[in-house]
């Protein structure tokens, strides 16, 4: 039984937010192009939990959370890509979790497709912006970018998805 006040209050904290924002943050995992979003969204509150002490403001923590899961897809991404690169086998289609299926209704199948083609940083400006609605300083800080590249990174990709959606038409 813990009786630390200070570890009562970051063990309450975490409860919150794991309650208000687990979902969230998973479909954000989904659509940044996670291979297995649960890991990385089960990593993001890890690191939280392990730095809540060090956080300066307790209501920044959904910031912080969205920022690390943003930042571990990236790294998973990446660690997949130079591993697929010393493999030397051929790439084979993303095999998507049943989990992140569930998460996507059919109607947006064909978009999270022409989504998933865009470059990393685009499809982050993308999601950030339109799915959670972020504005660009939340999304600059959550990517680690200025705002005025997040509009050069949402504005291309826009340009970018419009012309794969109507390539499909």
């Not at 039984?1 to 998973?26: C, I, K, N, T, W």
């Not at 991404?77 to 992140?100: F, K, T, W, Y």
Request: aromatic share 4%; charged share 25%; proline share 3%.
């Amino acid at each position: 039984m813990v009786s630390d006040p200070a570890e009562l209050e970051r063990e309450a904290g975490l409860a919150r937010l794991f309650d208000q924002h687990y979902a969230p943050m998973l479909r954000l995992a989904v659509l940044l192009g996670a291979d297995d979003p649960e890991n990385v969204v089960a990593e993001a509150y890890y690191q939280i939990y392990r730095k809540w002490r060090r956080l300066r403001d307790a209501q920044a923590a959904e910031a912080y959370l969205r920022s690390m899961v943003c930042n571990l897809v990236r790294m998973r991404i990446r660690h997949l890509q130079v591993a697929r690169r010393h493999a030397g086998e051929p790439v084979d289609e993303v095999v998507v979790s049943a989990e992140s299926t569930a998460l996507l209704h059919d109607d947006q199948r064909v978009l999270i497709a022409a989504l998933r083609q865009l470059p990393a940083r685009q499809r982050e400006a993308l999601v950030l912006r339109h799915w959670l609605g972020l504005k660009e300083g939340d999304i600059a800080a959550a990517m680690g970018i200025s705002a005025g590249s997040v509009k050069t990174h949402t504005a291309r990709g826009i340009a970018a998805l419009t012309k794969a959606m109507e390539a499909r038409r």
